[in-house]
T-cell receptor, first 115, second 113 residues
Framework: GAGVSQSPRYKVAKRGQDVALRCDPI?????LFWYQQALGQGPEFLTY????????KSGLPSDRFFAERPEGSVSTLKIQRTQQEDSAVYLC?????????????FGQGTRLTVV | DAKTTQPPSMDCAEGRAANLPCNHS???????VYWYRQIHSQGPQYIIH???NNETNEMASLIITEDRKSSTLILPHATLRDTAVYYC??????????????FGTGTLLAVQP
């Protein structure tokens, strides 16, 4: 595709519900990142994939957060038993190679609201 | 990665140059300076990056001081569409997980008509 695509754009979940957020990176991009952005703050790193390997998950806030990229392309961020503090915009980014310097391309994000 | 300091907000008149400063006094020799911007309700967008030399592309110019402790992003002719939060990020380039970007709170640039 022309850019990084995320779906859904908006998600409202009841507290305790599980959600799954999808990211379609630019075709051929090796690196994929997930970020969380709270209102009025800059994006914060959650996790990183190089192809299908999850090389860094140090930013995941709890074990309720899980990400996967089984075939090295599409990625899913899953949040189990959502809490109100999970309300944020979740951004996905991809870049061409695992080497740098290189620019990251971001999707428009999924705005999650937990009620 | 090194921490950066940016003013929280700036105004600029449409058609004039916007000069956005960034301090990164603890930058290491192998760390690059990157600039991204985020327009309301969109994901961040890459603008430019540099190591030591000044850089220019179709969007902006990046001026890095000789000691590399600070830099300035220049938008030569600001338009209303340049209103956004601008993030200055310093990052080493070892590849892999260290490619992650560490965002601060950035500078909200408001371009006035």
């Amino acid at each position: 595709g022309a850019g990084v695509s995320q779906s859904p754009r908006y998600k409202v979940a009841k507290r305790g519900q599980d959600v799954a957020l999808r990211c379609d990176p630019i075709s051929g991009h090796v690196s994929l990142f997930w970020y969380q952005q709270a209102l009025g703050q800059g994006p914060e790193f959650l996790t990183y994939f190089q192809n299908e390997a999850q090389l860094d998950k140090s930013g995941l806030p709890s074990d309720r957060f899980f990400a996967e990229r089984p075939e090295g392309s599409v990625s899913t961020l899953k949040i189990q038993r959502t809490q109100q503090e999970d309300s944020a915009v979740y951004l996905c980014a991809s870049s061409l190679t695992g080497k740098a310097p290189t620019e990251a391309f971001f999707g428009q994000g999924t705005r999650l609201t937990v009620v | 990665d090194a921490k950066t300091t940016q003013p929280p907000s700036m105004d600029c008149a449409e058609g004039r140059a916007a000069n956005l400063p960034c301090n990164h006094s603890t930058i290491s020799g192998n760390e690059y300076v990157y600039w991204y911007r985020q327009i309301h309700s969109q994901g961040p967008q890459y603008i430019i990056h540099g190591l030591k030399n000044n850089e220019t592309n179709e969007m902006a110019s990046l001026i890095i001081t000789e000691d590399r402790k600070s830099s300035t992003l220049i938008l030569p002719h600001a338009t209303l569409r340049d209103t956004a939060v601008y993030y200055c990020i310093v990052r080493a380039n070892y590849g892999g997980a260290t490619n992650k970007l560490i965002f601060g709170t950035g500078t909200l640039l408001a371009v006035q008509p």
